[in-house]
């Protein structure tokens, strides 16, 4: 019988931006999205731009953006490595709207994706 | 006030306003290698992780990769040198400079061509003054890095490695930088990142003969290989970009705490050297007066007679 929660470390590469214990964290990886839940079998991912979704072992729901990176999982322990990630009461929703009018404004396509991911991940809050 | 006296006293006024502005520097420097270190701490849970995971495809599968495989016969090495935009930090950017270029004879003695990559305002200095070939440098961020600047680096530096060496690619990243290991000591060091010596990076991220799980790759493991690998130079660029700004600061604030004593010292001597010669003038005065008056007496005493 496998524990009952899992240990989450959501780190972006200056600096850790959550961590603590989870019941199913929800990640969306370049083949899909992928659940993982306690006792999953070791995995290693590679994310796409997208919202992570943990349910935290006291019934809380944290959402995240993460802009792509990393999922590792193993001995229940699961490491999600993103170059940018923010919680999403982190994200300004004000900001990030006219960030994705200005990006789409001049064409950028990656600032674009980067504002369109933190809206979603507002979205599943 | 005599010509000697005057003189000390604007010297001790002029070294007095340096010690002022260095003292200035020190403690800005100090501070700032707090808000340095800090960074590094922060950046640290990224880079374990990310090592960790490099470890993992590498020994749990038995994919070949041009990142991790070492060319039978290396010609080319690009040699990434980390130094700071501005001066004034003892023997910071010489030491750097110093390990670069042992680095590049070691490796033309091997046999290798060696390319130039460099960060920072100084390092670029040295090199263009001596005409050597620089492929690309970069400055202006070299007092706070952070990850987007790593990206920028390391984007061409991957770039040179994933080309054949026959178009110009290289075969070996190596990379020079100062290590910070505490406020006293910071040590100018260089390794090799690529090709991943995979025995070396396994000995650092688990220690102690940990086994690694078998891990169920997606989508693939030659994929996740693929997307780790850039990530992870990007983050030991990241983490050796903290480092070498740490190490600056704490060399500055140390060569300027010796500028500080230094110019305290010479306050010292100079106030002494002025009083002496205040004291000169003083017992040159008091002999004139005393000589003037026994003239003057010697005087009366003839006129009386």
């Given amino acids: ?125 | 006030m005599g010509a000697q006296l005057r003189v000390y006293k604007r010297r001790i006024k002029s070294v007095t306003a340096t010690k002022k502005i260095t003292k200035a520097m020190e403690m800005i420097a100090a501070s700032r290698v707090v808000k340095a270190q800090r960074k590094v701490a922060a950046s640290a849970p990224y880079a374990t992780e990310l090592t960790r995971a490099v470890t993992a495809v590498g020994t749990g599968s038995n994919t070949r990769h041009p990142l991790t495989t070492e060319a039978e016969t290396p010609i080319r090495s690009a040699v990434l040198l980390l130094t700071s935009d501005r001066g004034l930090a003892g023997a910071f950017n010489s030491n750097a400079i110093k390990a670069a270029e042992q680095l590049t004879a070691r490796l033309e003695a091997e046999g290798k061509e060696v390319d130039t990559y460099i960060v920072g305002r100084r390092g670029l200095a040295h090199y263009n003054f001596r005409e050597r070939k620089v492929v690309e440098s970069w400055s202006g961020f070299t007092d706070e890095p952070t990850y987007a600047d790593a990206k920028k680096v390391a984007a061409p530096l991957i770039e040179a490695i994933e080309k054949e060496t026959a178009d110009g690619g290289v075969d070996e990243l190596h990379i020079v930088y100062t290590e910070f290991v505490s406020m006293m000591t910071q040590n100018a060091v260089d390794g090799r990142l690529l090709p991943l010596r995979l025995d070396e990076v396994a000995a650092e991220s688990t220690g102690k003969g940990e086994i690694l799980p078998l891990y169920d790759f997606e989508p693939s493991a030659e994929d996740v290989l693929d997307a780790l690998l850039p990530r992870y130079v990007e983050s030991r660029i990241y983490n050796a970009m903290l480092q070498s700004a740490a190490s600056k600061h704490a060399a500055t604030r140390r060569a300027m705490k010796s500028a500080t004593d230094n110019a305290g010292e010479l306050i010292t001597t100079l106030s002494r050297l002025a009083n002496a010669a205040r004291q000169a003038e003083i017992t040159q005065e008091i002999s004139e007066i005393v000589g003037g008056s026994a003239a003057l007496a010697d005087a009366t005493a003839g006129s009386d007679r």
């Fill in chain 1, 1 to 125: 019988m496998a524990a009952a929660e899992l240990h989450v470390e959501l780190v972006a590469a200056d600096r850790q931006v959550w961590s603590g214990e989870a019941t199913l964290v929800v990640a969306r990886t370049t083949s899909g999205d992928i659940g993982v839940m306690p006792g999953h079998q070791p995995l290693l991912g590679v994310l796409e731009s997208g919202p992570v979704t943990i349910r935290t072992s006291d019934g809380g729901t944290v959402v995240a953006a993460a802009h792509g990176g990393f999922i590792s999982f193993a001995d229940n322990k699961l490491s999600l490595l993103a170059e940018i990630a923010e919680l999403a009461d982190e994200i300004d929703v004000q900001r990030v709207e006219r960030e994705l009018e200005r990006a789409k404004a001049e064409g950028d396509a990656s600032a674009e994706r980067r504002a369109d991911v933190r809206l979603r991940a507002v979205a599943a809050r």
